[in-house]
């Protein structure tokens, strides 16, 4: 081996030790999702989200080529307190971590374990001592729950419906602030009909095409009143098929009483026009009575003997 090889071998080296990066996001493929999802729907910088009421993370991208070391970076957050002189409490540094991702970009990330809710956080970001992001935001309006668990499709065993239920995300004390959105579609059709549920964790969806496939997916958020945040994932779609189309009894009890009143009507005219009818299916055959007075009646119909006794 060279000693250009050596040298640029110890200088990747130092390189990726001064760094400290990753390979890849951190954290389980649900986090890393919701980290992909913020990266793509949410515009400001950093990027933050609670998944629970403890925990809170912020992120930024920078591109491959401008990122610096993580040493260089700072991320301090401050709570500010409402009072007459609407001081800032002294601000705190998060440890930040730096992870290559697959774009080929350079993601710092910030996890705080404990945080304050329902008070402001201004957050700032410095690189080298100069400020390059800052933002101002409340913890409980950020959070970004995992999807639906255990969404269950199932038939109602009326015409079009379909009865839906699920899991909620695990929040502990604020589960009841959750709201949903179900999405359901024909199974070959990519236009979505979405309905939304509140304090509920099942619905039924109405006024489907019956023996039909449907896919239904879930997602959750919190209301907004005092805790908000963004939509979560969709769960993954449940597939199944409506019931096959029935007899309305209402209709075939209409109906019969219409085939039985025309029924009655028909024979009520054939009783009362029987004469007529008669004449005009079975008409009389024509005799030569009228035309030959008294031949029948005196002669029994038989020319020969009248012509003999004339």
Aim: charged share 20%; glycine share 6%.
């Amino acid at each position: 081996m060279t000693c250009d090889h050596l040298r640029r071998l110890l200088a990747l080296s130092s390189l990726a030790c001064t760094m400290r990066v990753a390979s890849g996001i951190p954290g389980t493929r649900g986090f890393q999702k919701k980290v992909s999802l913020l990266l793509q729907e949410e515009p400001e910088t950093p990027k933050c989200f609670a998944e629970t009421t403890t925990g809170f993370d912020c992120f930024w991208e920078e591109d491959e080529e401008r990122a610096g070391s993580v040493d260089q970076y700072s991320f301090t957050y401050t709570y500010e307190t409402i009072g007459v002189s609407n001081k800032k409490e002294n601000g705190s540094k998060c440890p930040l971590s730096a992870h290559l991702t697959p774009t080929g970009k350079m993601l710092y990330m910030c996890h705080l374990n404990r945080t304050l809710v329902f008070v402001p956080m201004l957050i700032e970001i410095r690189r080298d001592g100069s400020l390059i992001h800052n933002r101002s935001l409340n913890v409980e309006l950020f959070f970004l729950v995992d999807p639906p668990t255990n969404v269950t499709v199932s038939t109602t065993g009326q015409e079009g419906q379909l009865n839906v239920s699920w899991i909620p995300p695990p929040l502990r004390y604020i589960d009841d602030t959750l709201m949903y959105e179900v999405s359901y579609a024909m199974a070959d059709s990519h236009v979505m009909q979405v309905e939304v549920v509140r304090a509920s964790s099942r619905m039924i969806l109405r006024s489907l095409q019956p023996s039909t496939m449907y896919k239904v997916r879930v997602r959750a958020k919190l209301d907004g009143l005092s805790y908000g945040g963004y939509w979560s994932l969709w769960s993954d779609p449940v597939f199944m098929e409506t019931s096959p189309a029935e007899f309305n009894l209402l209709i075939v009890f209409l109906i019969l009483t219409m085939s039985l009143i025309l029924m009655a009507l028909s024979f009520t005219v054939l009783v009362s026009n029987r004469r007529f009818l008669r004449k005009k299916i079975w008409p009389a055959i024509p005799t030569p009575d009228g035309k030959f007075q008294g031949l029948f009646t005196d002669y029994g119909g038989d020319f020969h003997v009248r012509t003999r006794s004339g």
